[in-house]
């Protein structure tokens, strides 16, 4: 058989039946089956639907029109959808091939306000995933009114769960010392820190800095999870720290075994390396990028200035470190004369 030279398409001849076959294999999903031969109909069909990202839970059984599965199609195959990043498609496709294989094929004019309150209430023992979901349910319904299959939006009214928590734990300066203290210049653990601490960016985006990302003192960064594009001035003590820890691989983090990290492996090697400084166990390395946002704030930069450095795709978030630093100013502003006057 000629050998079949397909994006992702690994194809070989089954011994058994002696019946070519054809599988999608892309990093980051699981293998689909491809019907048919190249060119045919099912084939051109079912490519396209792996390429789009759609899973065969959505796509392989036969779609009733108006069903649930069909506005869930329709959705997949958005620019809106297949303009967000890998891993943001990856979630949403989860969260809503879910639902398909439980209410697929039902008439998606006939979801209810209630019907989606009883979806929601199963989901709320884990507060941010419940309202991620409703979230991605809000912009599947407003899409199913653009399209005219619901007359109607029927999550209007639902609100999402107020979260109490304010999420990672923000590093308070002395834990930053505390970690500097135990981990000296020249070590890995350091070098960590400090590229989380001095470019204010995510732990998935760190772990891809190289030296080739650094040109004429300006880190060159391109975000996995927004796609945004970053410069951001290398701070003296980061440069100081990466000339005291030279590099011979394309990453400056790398395992063991010379390798780059993953994002969640990266994250639990530096847990190890936050328990052999005694740190608590609040700390992690996404509190570095709050605590980077924090200083900035403290340092009175602006929300817009915070964003541009950290690649926040809204204010809201960096929003709370200014109003918390501005709070702080203002309270040491007003006490100032108080105090001064009570020692006359």
Known sequence: MARIRIKYVHAFVDKRYGKPRFYFRRPGIKQIPLPGLPGSPEFNAAYERAMAGVMPGVGSRRIRAGSFDAIVLAYFNLPAFLTLSPSTRRTYRAILERETREHGDKPVALLTRQHINAMF???????????????????LMR???????????????????????????????????????????GSKARLALALLLYTAQRRSDVVKMGPQHIRNGVAHVRQQKTGATLAIPVHPVLQAVLAATPSEHLTFLTTAY????????????????????GLPKACAAHGLRKAACRRLAEAGCSANIIAAISGHTTLREVERYTKAADQARMAHAGMAPIIAGSGS
């Open 143 to 185: 899409f199913a009114v653009q399209e005219g299959m619901r007359a109607d939006d029927p999550t209007i009214g639902i609100d999402y769960i107020e979260r109490k928590a304010a999420g990672f734990h923000t590093w308070t300066e002395d834990e930053i010392a505390a970690f500097e203290a135990h981990h000296p210049v």
């Open 121 to 139: 209430a199963r989901k709320v023992a884990t507060p941010a995933a419940a309202n991620h979901w409703l979230r991605l349910m809000k912009t």
């Open 258 to 277: 010379g390798k780059p990290f993953t994002a969640a492996g990266f994250g639990g090697w530096f847990r190890d390396r936050c328990n052999e400084a």
